[in-house]
């Protein structure tokens, strides 16, 4: 099968290419073409998996372009890494597909929305199976257009339109980082292709500063796409998309390619200390920075949203830390629990037709289905024992501790707090008491949309036991199998970390159940004491503001500088020379008289001015 994981990405390329020639004519049909298409491309991709755990790496390749005695190549390749992967994308594929079909139910664009869908999908299974930097740009920016055109799907509201290109623009900054370290590679290496890479790094080709910068570069690239400070205020805005699209974007797919590229580039990070250290800082800052900005957030989607950029600093911040395993362990867990709660989400939204969690309560009872799969998410991403996101996040913080990393270890630590506790206040907010606003005809999502939810409901339980020594740390020593550079299957560490890990997220839980559904302790505590620490994290640091008054301000400025350059200068030498050629032109066309005693007494006088000077030269004219 490994030979010819080729086809996987095409059977989405294929629904796309499908809908974008017919689906107008197919209408609300089109979702089963994207649905059997997806499905196809999970069942491949599981069996690629099941082959890949019994088999080598397998790469296949052929010249594509020759300059010289370079040659650059394109194909695919399967190694541990990607397979995962390649489940773990189709599989949310699949089930985000299936659940539109009912969330986007009556919308006259489905086909369309089916057709990005596909071509979205196309794009991350292309970059997941790329062997070399070149074809995992290409996949990588091709990953970037249908991102912008899921998250401006409603084009005709001004906050999507706005979103899109946000997100388009944000994402394109990182990806400069990212080409320019691309390039900066190949000039020291003389190849794309990541086993010559690593294998120039190892034995010393290429120098330790020159490592450290491509690295770093390369990160920048995955700063973009994974929401990191500061490049991270495009994601939380993405939310103006369909929920569906919030739920592919924001759990396994485009934000996850960031961590996948240090993880598939993780050799070369580890080549440097610096570049390590420059990834567990980013890393441990964003996840405080974002967990601490989702405390206040009103709006069910953007709460998940800041989530989701804290818990890509955990897997940042583990894979800073060297902990690889930990990183795309956590890849793995946060990708069935954070699809799950996006999924719930827009359930809920689907059943109250408003995302302003102020606006809801007691829904508990009217979705009977949504309201446990959203507490098993919860529980998840609170990192609460025998969950899958306690497994993965004890790794993590087990990885920044044997790291050395104390500083960031805390941080990692008061960041696992601050999620439990918004998480529990969004959970309680929205399922306990009784509603706060009028709704009517509230009733559960059709069983299209519950199915996928209950499918990641069990991932989100089970998929932690993989990597646990309770029963064998099977994930982590087949992922490191055969390659010493990254590190150890399991890491074993001081138990009190799991104990203070889980003290922290049941406190956090505690005192959310405290506040929100007890009501023990006034909600207004904090607002009231300190408005001023309230209001900035309702406001989300003033970052946006900050880039308004400055990056944007000085490109509005300069942009307006060559505005006026061009209009006094460029076009003022425009009009100048048009000028002169016009009159030039009159004058000639005066002269042009068309009268024959005019040309003949011209010619005369020129006659007799050539006489005369010829007398006057002596002849020597």
């Not at 869908?117 to 070399?132: D, E, K, Q, R, Y």
């Not at 070149?134 to 055109?149: H, K, N, P, R």
């Amino acid at each position: 099968m490994m030979e010819s994981a080729w086809i996987i990405p095409l059977f989405p390329l294929l629904s796309f290419l499908i809908l974008l020639l017919i689906g107008k004519r197919l209408k609300e049909a089109s979702a089963y073409v994207g649905i059997l298409l997806t499905l196809a491309t999970f069942i491949y991709s599981l069996l690629v998996l099941f082959e890949r755990f019994s088999a080598p790496t397998y790469k296949n390749e052929a010249i594509w372009l020759t300059f010289g005695d370079t040659q650059i190549t394109a194909g695919f390749e399967v190694n541990q890494l990607n397979a995962l992967m390649l489940v773990i994308v189709s599989l949310v594929s699949l089930l985000v597909h299936t659940y539109s079909k009912g969330y986007m139910h009556g919308d006259e664009r489905i086909p369309v929305f089916y057709a990005y869908l596909g071509l979205f999908t196309f794009a991350m299974l292309g970059l997941v199976l790329s062997p070399n930097l070149l074809q995992t740009y290409i996949f990588w920016e091709l990953v970037g257009l249908g991102s912008f055109l899921l998250i401006g799907f409603y084009f005709y509201k001004e906050e999507a339109k706005a979103a899109a290109k946000k997100a388009f623009i944000m994402t394109r900054i990182g990806d400069v980082g990212l080409l320019i370290g691309m390039i900066l590679l190949f000039w020291q290496v003389g190849s794309f292709e990541y086993d010559e890479i690593f294998k120039a790094v190892e034995e010393g080709a290429v120098s330790a500063g020159m490592i450290t910068l491509t690295a770093i570069l390369i990160f920048v690239g995955a700063v973009g796409k994974s929401g990191q400070f500061p490049l991270h205020t495009w994601l939380p805005d993405a939310m103006e998309g369909p929920t569906p699209v919030s739920a592919l974007i924001h759990a396994a797919t485009m934000v996850a390619a960031g961590v996948y590229l240090v993880a598939s580039l993780f050799p070369l990070f580890t080549a440097s200390e610096t570049a390590l250290l420059t990834v567990a800082v980013v890393g441990a800052v964003t996840a405080i920075f974002a967990a601490s900005i989702g405390l206040v957030q009103t709006d069910i989607k953007r709460v998940l949203a800041y989530s989701t950029v804290s818990q890509l600093g955990y897997m940042m911040l583990a894979l800073g830390s060297a902990g690889y395993v930990a990183g795309v362990f956590h890849l793995m867990t946060h990708a069935f629990f954070k699809a799950l709660l996006f999924l719930a989400a827009g359930s809920v939204i689907h059943a109250v037709h408003t995302q302003n969690i102020e606006e809801m309560g007691g829904l508990w009872k009217k979705l009977r289905v949504t309201g446990p799969l959203f507490l098993i998410g919860t529980l998840a991403i609170s990192g609460v024992p025998l969950f899958s996101g306690f497994f993965s996040k004890d790794e993590i913080l087990i990885a920044a501790w044997e790291g050395g990393h104390t500083v960031l270890f805390w941080l990692a630590v008061a960041a696992a707090f601050f999620t439990a506790f918004y998480m529990f206040r969004l959970f309680f907010m929205v399922f306990s008491g009784e509603a706060r606003s009028e709704m009517k005809n509230v009733h559960e999502s059709p069983s299209v949309m519950t199915l996928p939810m209950i499918v990641l409901g069990v991932l989100a339980v089970v998929s932690g036991y993989v990597n646990t020594p309770w029963f064998g740390t099977f994930l982590g020593d087949w992922l490191t199998e055969g390659n010493e550079a990254l590190g150890h299957g399991h890491i074993e560490g001081p138990a009190w970390i799991m104990i203070v890990a889980t003290v922290v997220s049941l406190a956090g839980i505690g005192l959310a159940w405290a506040i929100y559904s007890k009501r023990s302790i006034s909600r207004g505590w904090i607002t009231e004491r300190v408005p001023l620490v309230y209001n900035i994290l309702y406001n989300k640091y003033y970052i946006d503001e900050f880039y308004g008054l400055t990056i944007v301000y000085v490109t509005k400025w300069i942009s307006q500088l060559f505005r006026i350059i061009e209009v006094f200068l460029v076009e003022g030498i425009i009009k100048l020379v048009i000028g002169t050629v016009q009159t030039l032109g009159k004058t000639g066309s005066k002269a042009q008289s068309g009268q024959v005693q005019t040309y003949g007494t011209v010619a005369f006088v020129g006659l007799a001015l050539l006489v005369v000077i010829f007398a006057l030269t002596g002849g020597y004219l």
